[in-house]
C-alpha cells in the first residue's frame, strides 16, 4: 500500500508538471509584406478600460503601449506622432473574462474534528486575450498579428504579466530578424 501511495503521488506531481507548459505566443504575418521598408511607426491610443475587465485601467494600457514602443525602438524602429510620417501603425487590445481563486487559510480541519476553514482568501484577475496588431500606413491593411492567452492583472498597478506577454508576443518582430 505504501508503494501504491508513493506511486500515485509520483505520477500526480509529473502530471501537474506537465500540465503547467509556459505561455505561447502566436503569429500570422502577411505574405505580401515586406518588413525591411519599415522604419517609422505610430500608435493608436490604448484601448478604454471596460466594466468587465477589472485590474485593466487606461495607465495598464499606457504601461502596455509604452512596452510595445520600447521594443520596437530597442529594434531600431522610430516612433512618430504623426501618423502621416509613419510606415506603419500598432494597436493592441485586451479581451477576456474576469475570474477568482478562492480557497480557504488558516486552521481547523475538516470532517474529524468538525472545524473549518478560520478564514478564505481571494484571489481576482483576468483571463485574458492580448493582440497586438501591425498595419502597413500605406495600403492601410493588416500586416502582422500576435497574440497570447495569460492570467493579467492581478490587482491594480500589476501589469507585470501583461508586459511578459507583449515581449513574448514581439518575439519574432520583425519576422526574419534575431529579437533583441
Known amino acids: 500500500m505504501n508503494r501504491f501511495?508513493?506511486?500515485m503521488l509520483v505520477v500526480f506531481c509529473a502530471g501537474g508538471?506537465?500540465?503547467c507548459?509556459?505561455?505561447k505566443a502566436n503569429v500570422d504575418?502577411?505574405?505580401d509584406a515586406d518588413f525591411s521598408q519599415y522604419k517609422t511607426f505610430a500608435q493608436a491610443p490604448p484601448?478604454?478600460?471596460e466594466a468587465n475587465l477589472p485590474g485593466y485601467t487606461e495607465i495598464e494600457g499606457q504601461r502596455l503601449q509604452d512596452e510595445i514602443a520600447r521594443i520596437l525602438e530597442a529594434r531600431g524602429f522610430q516612433k512618430v506622432d504623426d501618423a502621416n510620417d509613419a510606415d506603419f501603425f500598432v494597436s493592441f487590445s485586451v479581451t477576456g473574462q474576469p475570474r477568482a481563486d478562492v480557497w480557504g487559510t488558516g486552521g481547523g480541519a475538516w470532517g474529524y474534528y468538525g472545524g473549518?476553514?478560520?478564514g478564505v482568501s481571494t484571489t481576482h484577475y483576468i483571463h485574458a486575450n492580448l493582440t497586438i496588431n501591425m498595419y502597413d500606413a500605406t495600403?492601410?491593411?493588416?500586416v502582422w498579428h500576435g497574440w497570447t492567452t495569460k492570467d493579467f492583472f492581478a490587482g491594480q498597478g500589476d501589469s507585470d504579466g501583461a508586459s511578459e506577454a507583449v515581449r513574448l508576443i514581439l518575439g519574432t518582430f520583425p519576422p526574419g530578424?534575431?529579437?533583441k
Open 5 to 7: 501511495v508513493w506511486v
Open 116 to 118: 473549518a476553514s478560520v
Open 29 to 31: 504575418v502577411a505574405d
Open 21 to 23: 507548459s509556459s505561455m
Open 47 to 49: 484601448p478604454k478600460a
Open 17 to 19: 508538471i506537465v500540465g
Open 177 to 179: 530578424a534575431a529579437a
Open 139 to 142: 495600403e492601410r491593411k493588416l
